[in-house]
């Protein structure tokens, strides 16, 4: 059984940064790739990023490419999102997410954190 525990989520302004951490523990049972969603009320939960095992493979939505960086630990446990030009479009529930594969469909992932509120303000 894996458990994400996100944090890092808070108010920032419209321009500012942020960065989220997601702690994972127990057996990951393959399910190494790590990813962020996020999900805002009346919405679907969308990708944002996610990262492989070996921390080189990334992949990012279109929308917070270029402001988004998706990182983890030497050990794996720990994938962070750093958050930079913040946008009010970027406030949201950000949730953390496990998959054995590097994929962008939030139905390949069967891990999930709690979420973290991120809010841009304008």
């Known amino acids: 059984q894996v458990q994400l525990v996100e944090s890092g989520g808070g108010l920032v302004q419209t321009g500012g940064s942020l960065r989220l951490s997601c702690a994972a523990s127990?057996?990951?049972?393959?399910?190494?790739?790590m990813a962020w969603f996020r999900q805002t009320a009346g919405k679907e939960r969308e990708f944002v990023a996610c990262?492989?095992?070996?921390?080189?493979?990334?992949l990012y939505a279109d929308s917070v490419k270029g402001r988004f960086t998706i990182s983890r630990d030497n050990a794996g446990n720990t994938v962070y999102l750093q958050m930079n030009t913040l946008k009010p479009e970027d406030t949201a529930v950000y949730y953390c997410?496990?998959?054995?594969?590097?994929?962008?469909?939030?139905?390949?992932?069967?891990?999930w954190g709690q979420g973290t509120q991120v809010t841009v303000s304008s």
């Open positions: 990262i492989g095992r070996n921390g080189w493979t990334t």
């Open positions: 127990g057996r990951t049972f393959s399910r190494d790739t």
């Open positions: 997410a496990a998959a054995a594969v590097v994929s962008r469909t939030k139905v390949d992932y069967d891990y």
